[in-house]
């Protein structure tokens, strides 16, 4: 029996409109896998997402699912958790959406330790305005903005996401479907702000520019390119360069901001 | 080692970005008119890589 | 009995409209001269079962304040001059995808940081075109620590009744005036809900308006799983490319405001009957032109307010009453001259004067300049 993704999906929204190869198709399906796997009840959940290809997801889960503005979805699932903290609220965007134009809600939300599940999308570029580099495209990689080079620095999202607060911080890639699904239905299961960066291939937007053009190529380099926590930790900082670590990176308990709240104003 | 019953390829669905052909680790897939196709279902495995790397919802592995 | 009479300000004012009229969820970001509203509400909501949140900057707060509403609260926000511009993003988003919602702008001097602790009106035009793209906007524009209350009330009732976000754009002189207020009780003000879906939840169209032009909306997690998007849509809430159906959803929301113009707008008219002359004020400025108007009445000076509470739809209906029967309009705002070229649109040529006092300098337009304009003759 194949896995009945139908269950959790829009009649008639699929196809979707990512690019033939396009990594987000994989990181949907371990969504939903995790989301059905815990046996959430689809009333009770709401995905918010910002602008880009990533943030198309929630169009196509039948749930509650709020397309906001580019960077603010996280605002906007604020403000829905805080009206009825009992629904479970996914925020996801790419990473131009979470850690450009949106970091600075990005940052206040880990800060701010609200219980609201945050998947960031890393495909390294912005992909839906054709190619842009963004704050995660490497050093010196080409795209249609850096067309001599990427010179500008990158964001490790995920130590951005410990080093603001974040209580439950994970990284996984395409090429880890099952851990994926796994390290999601965690972070959900996380009482608290939780952060699951996601990388995945863009070939349309960085492969074609950066020679890995082949979608199963992109895979493949996450495959050789990432490295268990554990193992990661006894790596020496040479064996670490190039690379990057994958797992839970960081947990920790702390108050939750709707309980604490609450319990200061005496609402709970 | 377990064994695929059906290979379901979802031809409308499949948009020809080769993943699944690429990572089958032991060569049952090919890609016929841009499309991915089932080469030689006895020798499929059922490790169920390209059902999950699937982007596009377009392969459905059954095991036996 | 008689009825409570407290001495309030002007924002705290905002607060009691607030909470009378149901709302429960308040996400801001302080800056002057707004702040006491998010003071107050911080300690008032708690208190009726509400939450608030000061979020990391005033867009975030508009995203909140959305999203509040969307899950089904009745939301609010405030703020002034550059908080007000931050916000415009997310407004436009409150718009297209009509969720009702409250916002308070407290005008003061500008652009930039500009003037912050003085009053202006300068924001006129902003709340009709400060977001990018066609949209329907209501705007109120209280004069009286009473208006602020019974105003902000009337904007939650329009917000909900009509699945859009409304403005109360307000001043810094009567955000910070005091004046006593007669409280209302329950039942002695309207208090409107918007309409929410009865129909099976498989058959919910989000945007399917109903006759009045509105479609139930539906909190998020009641059973009616639905989508929002700030890409234009069609019924069932999905986008579309379709330049034609986004033209029609665009003019039928446009629609849904004008055709109720006469629910909508409201405006207080004083000694025009037999006015030869006619002040168009709104807000504070509206309090100048009031007193001036009874000075220039005991000298004998046909002259008459024309004070609007709605700016926004602009009150073309109730202006048009006096083409071709003043003389002079006088539009004494404080900004370099908004309010009067919709005046000026309005009246067609009909009228053989409209003039305008502009100030900017962070003082009130006074009473004495205003009469001294009414008898300047011209």
């Known amino acids: 029996m194949a896995y009945d993704y139908a269950k959790y999906l829009r009649a008639g929204k699929i196809p979707h409109i990512w690019c033939p190869g396009c990594g987000y198709g994989i990181i949907m399906k371990s969504i939903i896998r995790a989301v059905d796997g815990l046996g959430m009840n689809k009333d009770d959940l709401v995905f918010t997402s910002g602008i880009g290809c990533a943030s198309r997801l929630p169009g196509y889960i039948d749930a509650n699912t709020l397309h906001t503005t580019h960077g603010r979805s996280l605002g906007f699932a604020t403000g829905v958790k805080m009206a009825k903290p009992e629904l479970n609220v996914i925020a996801l965007g790419g990473d131009g959406d979470m850690t450009a134009i949106g970091g600075n809600h990005f940052i206040h939300a880990c800060r701010r330790n609200i219980d609201i599940t945050c998947l960031v999308f890393n495909n390294y570029i912005y992909g839906m305005t054709g190619g842009q580099y963004s704050p995660t495209t490497p050093k010196a990689a080409r795209a249609t903005t850096s067309p001599y080079g990427n010179s500008d620095n990158q964001f490790d999202i995920a130590q951005l996401a410990i080093g603001a607060g974040a209580s439950f911080v994970a990284r996984s890639t395409t090429y880890h479907a099952v851990p994926m699904e796994k390290l999601i239905k965690q972070a959900i299961e996380h009482k608290g702000f939780s952060v699951v960066e996601i990388i995945a291939g863009c070939p349309t937007g960085y492969g074609r520019k950066n020679k890995l053009a082949s979608p199963a190529g992109m895979i493949e380099w996450q495959k050789a390119n990432s490295v268990n926590k554990v193992q990661w930790d006894k790596m020496t900082a040479e064996e670490q360069a190039g690379k990057f670590p994958i797992g839970v990176l960081h947990q920790e308990e702390k108050p939750e901001f709707i309980e604490a709240y609450d319990a200061n104003v005496g609402l709970s | 080692m377990a064994k695929a019953e059906k290979i379901e390829i979802y031809v409308n669905l499949c948009k020809g970005c080769e993943i699944c052909v690429e990572l089958c680790p032991v060569d049952a897939l090919e890609m016929k008119d841009f499309k991915a196709a089932v080469k030689d279902l006895d020798k499929c495995i059922a490790c169920m890589q390209c059902e999950l790397r699937c982007p596009d919802f377009a392969i459905e592995v059954y095991k036996q | ?378």
Request: hydrophobic share 35%.
């Open chain 3, 1 to 378: 009995m008689a009825k409570e009479v407290k001495f309030l300000q002007g924002n705290e004012a905002v607060c009691e409209g607030a909470l009378y009229a149901g709302c429960t969820f308040y996400a801001g970001y302080p800056i002057t001269p707004s702040t006491e509203v998010a003071e107050i509400l911080a300690a008032r909501l708690p208190k009726v079962g509400g939450r608030f949140v000061q979020m990391e900057d005033e867009i975030a707060a508009m995203a909140a304040t959305l999203g509040g509403s969307i899950a089904g609260r009745k939301s609010l926000t405030a703020t002034s001059g550059p908080g007000m511009s931050l916000k415009m993003e997310n407004l436009g988003y409150g718009y297209l995808t009509e969720v009702p919602c409250v916002i308070v702008n407290v005008m003061r001097g500008g652009p930039s940081t500009g003037l912050p602790t003085g009053p202006g009106q300068s924001d006129i035009m902003q709340a009709k075109w400060g977001t990018h793209g066609d949209h329907p906007a209501v705007a109120l524009t209280p004069s009286t620590v009473q208006e602020q209350l019974e105003e902000t009330v009337r904007a939650f009732n329009i917000s909900e009744k009509y699945r859009i976000p409304v403005i109360l754009l307000t001043d810094e002189i009567i955000g910070h005036m005091r004046e006593a207020v007669n409280m209302p009780e329950p039942g002695d003000l309207e208090v409107v809900d918007r309409k929410r879906p009865t129909c099976d939840p498989k058959d919910y169209l989000p945007y399917k308006p109903e006759a009045d032009g509105v479609a139930p909306m539906a909190d998020f997690g009641s059973g009616y799983r639905y989508h929002i998007t700030g890409l234009n849509h069609l019924e069932d809430g999905f986008p579309s490319n379709d330049g034609k159906l986004a033209q029609a959803d665009e003019i039928r929301q446009e629609k849904k405001i004008t055709d109720h113009y006469d629910e909508i707008v409201v405006v207080d008219e004083m000694d025009t009957d037999d006015a030869e002359i006619l002040v168009f004020a709104f807000g504070s400025t509206a309090r100048s032109a009031k007193e001036a108007i009874k000075m220039a009445r005991a000298e004998g000076i046909k002259v008459g307010l024309f004070r609007p509470l709605t700016i926004w739809p602009f009150p073309d209906k109730h202006l048009q009453k006096y083409k071709n029967k003043v003389k002079r309009i006088i539009v004494p705002e404080m900004n370099l001259g908004m309010a009067i070229l919709e005046v000026k649109r309005v009246m067609e040529g009909t009228v053989p004067s409209i003039e305008g006092i502009n100030q900017i300098d962070s003082e009130p337009i006074t009473t004495i300049t205003i009469l001294n304009k009414i008898k300047e003759g011209k």
